[in-house]
């Protein structure tokens, strides 16, 4: 993994999600970065680390994730949440908080969670990627983009963001998409040890932005928030409110 460090105070650290990296926080580092230490992470087979081949396993990655950053609240979004999540579960006495942006306790809808997407998308996506991988990554992020009150503006900065550090590497995309497809931890929620705070953009056409309040409805010490407005990528159409919704957050904490 590779992990860029910037500003000062207390430690937040950034996963991204799906075939991004680190740098897509950039509007968040700047509204913040003068009064917390940010920590953006590349997930394995993405930006600066695509060459490292790491299973993307959320356990082992968590563990040397919190060992490398201790005493950090934890800031996951979309399939990026599932690794901030499982720090937070496994590791309570090094994670001080946790922060879900569009990121489900379980990504694909059922009987009984229809706050998901249907079944058979990423498995689609999986298939696309083989025949054709750029236009698979490119028709991906539309769909993040889409609903967005500025989705024009958002797609731009997704598209120039995604490929500004190379293409992320297919493995990891294939094992991104297998997680994404049979992650649920709906039941751990109940259990979670740390104050934790689920953001939802209200125009989110990827992940329904009723999962979030969902979510947080399982877990002790949440709160949920939905943004008007935003799509599945809210720190970027609405920056300042998602940057002043952690801020509250962070100084809420003991």
């Not at 009987?111 to 997407?117: E, L, S």
């Not at 983009?145 to 293409?167: C, I, N, W, Y």
């Amino acid at each position: 993994m590779h992990i860029e460090t910037r500003g000062q105070g207390p430690a937040l650290a950034l996963i991204h999600g799906w075939a991004m990296h680190g740098e897509l926080f950039a509007p968040l580092a700047e509204r913040l970065a003068d009064r917390y230490t940010l920590h953006s992470v590349d997930l394995p087979g993405h930006g600066h680390a695509r060459e490292d081949d790491t299973p993307l396993q959320p356990a082992p990655l968590a563990a040397e994730l919190v060992a490398r950053v201790p005493d950090a609240v934890w800031l996951g979004w979309s399939l990026g949440g599932q690794f901030a999540l499982r720090a937070a579960l496994d590791h309570p006495g090094r994670v001080r908080g946790l922060v879900m942006v569009a990121s489900s306790p379980r990504f694909v809808a059922g009987a009984d969670w229809p706050h998901g997407v249907a079944p058979q998308l990423f498995g689609e996506f999986g298939e696309s990627l083989r025949r054709d991988f750029r236009g698979t990554l490119e028709g991906f992020l539309a769909l993040e983009a889409l609903g967005s009150t500025h989705a024009q503006e958002e797609l731009r900065d997704l598209k120039r963001q995604a490929f500004a550090r190379g293409e992320p590497a297919e493995r990891a995309l294939q094992e991104g998409l297998a997680l994404l497809d049979t992650f649920d931890a709906r039941a751990e929620l109940s259990r979670l040890p740390v104050p934790s705070l689920w953001i939802a953009g209200r125009r989110d056409r990827l992940i329904p932005p009723g999962a979030m309040p969902a979510a947080a409805a399982l877990a002790p010490q949440a709160r949920s928030v939905v943004i008007a407005g935003a799509g599945h990528a809210p720190f970027l159409g609405a920056a300042d409110q998602v940057a002043a919704e952690i801020d509250a957050f962070m100084r809420a904490l003991p």
